[in-house]
């Protein structure tokens, strides 16, 4: 039987990208104490990983992804989220994101509607602009420029029929270029008939955009993990909650990193 209601987290094919995710999920639980954590990685290591004191749950999934696609395994993942969650009621967060403030009445949001999500920073499809050219003219074609482009950095949503068929329906239309993964996530929701609750830009936020505006969760999108950014990003503004994240991945690193190279080989 699912718990009801927890947060979700995606650290696959690097050991930065699973440290990413471990320290969002501390930022996290820094505002939601009580709040159950599941962290998926790819990792095979991820198994002699203990981090029980931290009420963090680290999952192992084996995304089923070509041969030289791995970079692209965070998407497998998360377009199969409806399926993965040990909730009724899942709180997806990318593993670039940071948790500024608690989650408020961000739940109540499913009593309205099944799923809820954050406008991209460019809103329309026909302002999507880091999408490969064939997909981005694929989705205009079908859906024309104004169809709201929302951002899967963040996705709050509950189990039902019309919202695991969603997820069903995203990974399929995922599946025809297997890379980025907004554009199928807006054409799956315009070919449903599912309302989704558009959520306030605080949750979902470019730093870019946030001085003197409230924030619940910083995203600092772009690649920045694999680059260490993120990580100097966030240990700017959360330094004990990277120190701490450090020091207990710290114990298994050698095993994770061991773990990545097999895997990606």
Not at 128 to 144: N, P, R
Request: proline share 5%; with cysteine; hydrophobic share 45%.
């Amino acid at each position: 039987m699912k718990a009801d209601r927890g947060a979700l987290f995606c650290g696959s094919g690097s050991f930065n990208y699973l440290e990413a995710a471990f320290i969002a999920a501390l930022a996290l639980r820094q505002h939601e104490p009580d709040l159950p954590i599941t962290v998926f990685s790819d990792l095979p290591g991820l198994n002699f990983v203990d981090l029980e004191d931290t009420c963090i749950t680290m999952c192992l999934v084996s995304p089923k992804v070509a041969p030289g696609s791995d970079a692209f395994a965070s998407r497998w993942i998360k377009t199969r989220l409806a399926k993965l969650s040990p909730y009724r009621n899942s709180l997806y967060v990318d593993a670039d994101m940071l948790a500024m403030q608690p989650l408020g009445d961000l739940w109540q949001v499913l009593d309205r509607a099944p799923i809820g999500l954050v406008r991209d920073r460019l809103p329309l499809v026909s302002l999507c602009e880091h999408v490969a050219q064939e997909e981005i003219t694929l989705t205009l074609a079908a859906l024309g420029g104004d169809a709201t482009h929302f951002n899967s950095g963040l996705i709050l949503w509950r189990s039902e029929q019309a919202t695991d068929s969603l997820f069903d329906h995203w990974h399929q239309q995922w599946c025809r270029f297997s890379r980025q993964d907004q554009l199928a996530l807006v054409r799956a929701i315009c070919n449903s008939e599912i309302q989704v609750e558009t959520l306030p830009d605080s949750y979902n936020m470019s730093p870019r955009d946030a001085r003197g505006r409230q924030v619940h969760f910083l995203h600092r999108w772009g690649g920045t993990v694999e680059r260490g950014i993120f990580r100097r990003f966030a240990a700017a503004r959360l330094p004990s909650v990277v120190s701490d994240a450090q020091k207990r991945l710290e114990v298994f690193k050698h095993l994770l990193i061991g773990a990545a190279g097999c895997h990606s080989g």
